[in-house]
């Protein structure tokens, strides 16, 4: 069973950019697309975007200009910068496992956007 | 469309069955997948693939589709099914991801 930790700041200024690391363990990063979702407090879950081990990548069109998404596939570890980041950032950011479905999820990390 | 629609809200007496359903225009072309979240939890998958169960996910959870709309019913809904429930799937192009705005269960 593939396990998820996100990892990273739980406050960021305004302005400022959003960096969070996923760690994969129990299974092979080449496995899936890998993916960051998040969730703001008290609302529903919003797709940001997914990687392939490759490389290949796909982003939410609402969040592209902001949002890149980048793997480590030796560190077993995907990432997720949002950049020029408001308070409407703020959100719990899930990492999960992505084939169709997301079957495998992090248990979740808030991240805070103010000063 | 670019858009899953849900209802914000259901109730179900406890035993009983409840659907919860998804519409959207992609859903005639791609199947949908469901999510269950329980307060301050990351959500589970329950049904992938429109009628598919993960295992461990027990057998009153079961997902079904027609036309635009995908739906997941519950039989004999117990106290812990208590949760948000998000369906899941592409957008009408196939290119991205959509979650519908999600469900609350109320079991009575």
């Known amino acids: 069973q593939v396990q998820l930790q996100e990892s990273g700041p739980g406050l960021v200024k305004p302005s400022e950019t959003l960096s969070l690391t996923c760690t994969v363990s129990?299974?092979?990063?080449?496995?899936?697309?890998w993916s960051w979702i998040r969730q703001p407090p008290g609302k529903g879950l919003e797709w940001i975007a997914y990687i392939y081990y490759s490389g290949s990548t796909n982003y939410n069109p609402s969040l592209r200009s902001r949002v890149t998404i980048s793997v480590d596939t030796s560190q077993k570890q995907f990432s997720l910068q949002l950049r020029s980041v408001t308070a409407a950032d703020t959100a719990v950011y899930y990492c999960?496992?992505?084939?169709?479905?997301?079957?495998?999820w992090g248990q979740g990390t808030l991240v805070t956007v103010s000063s | 469309s670019s858009e899953l629609t849900q209802d914000p809200a259901v109730s179900v007496a406890l035993g009983q069955t409840v659907r919860i359903t998804c519409q959207g225009d992609?859903?005639?072309?791609?199947?949908a997948s469901w999510y269950q979240q329980r307060p301050g939890q990351a959500p589970i998958l329950v049904i992938y693939?429109?009628?598919n169960r993960p295992s461990g996910i027990p057998d009153r959870f079961s997902g079904s589709s027609s036309g635009n709309t995908a739906s997941l019913t519950i039989t004999g809904a117990q106290a812990e099914d208590e949760a948000d429930y998000y369906c899941?799937?592409?957008?009408?192009?196939?290119?991205?991801?959509?979650f519908g705005g999600g469900t609350k269960l109320t079991v009575l």
């Open positions: 693939h429109k009628h």
């Open positions: 129990g299974g092979s990063i080449t496995s899936y697309y």
């Open positions: 999960a496992s992505y084939w169709n479905d997301f079957d495998n």
């Open positions: 899941n799937s592409r957008d009408s192009s196939g290119n991205y991801v959509l």
């Open positions: 992609s859903l005639g072309s791609y199947y």
